[in-house]
């Protein structure tokens, strides 16, 4: 059953902007804070960033001041903005819930390269 369906990873140079964007149902959007997590290779998963269902964000971080969350309703759809990147936000990015819901999406592959 895909629960979480993460798009708009690619190759982009130092510097630059991607959106990140997943899909998941309505009763886990509705019902659950959603939030975006990477794992870059060798590396365990972090979160980088939440919101809940009222729209409140919290960022750890790697992602202050460079990464935008949000949530839209009429699309069940949470994205993340990220400007600013770096090498090191080199990682394959996953959305969730906050309390992590099996089975993970296959997540969307970011690559930051000069």
């Known amino acids: 059953q895909v629960q979480f369906v993460e798009s708009g990873g690619g190759l982009v140079q130092p510097g630059g902007t991607l959106r990140l964007s997943c899909a998941t149902s309505?009763?886990?959007?509705?019902?659950?804070?959603m939030a975006w997590y990477r794992q870059a290779p060798g590396k365990q998963r972090e979160m980088v960033a939440s919101?809940?269902?009222?729209?409140?964000?919290y960022y750890k971080d790697p992602a202050v001041g460079r990464f935008t969350i949000s949530r839209d309703a009429a699309k069940n759809t949470v994205y993340l903005q990220m400007t600013n990147l770096k090498p090191e936000d080199t990682a394959v990015y996953y959305c969730?819930?906050?309390?992590?819901?099996?089975?993970w999406g296959q997540g969307t592959q970011v690559t930051v390269s000069s």
């Open positions: 919101i809940n269902v009222g729209g409140l964000t």
């Open positions: 969730n819930t906050v309390v992590n819901s099996d089975p």
């Open positions: 309505a009763t886990i959007f509705s019902t659950n804070a």
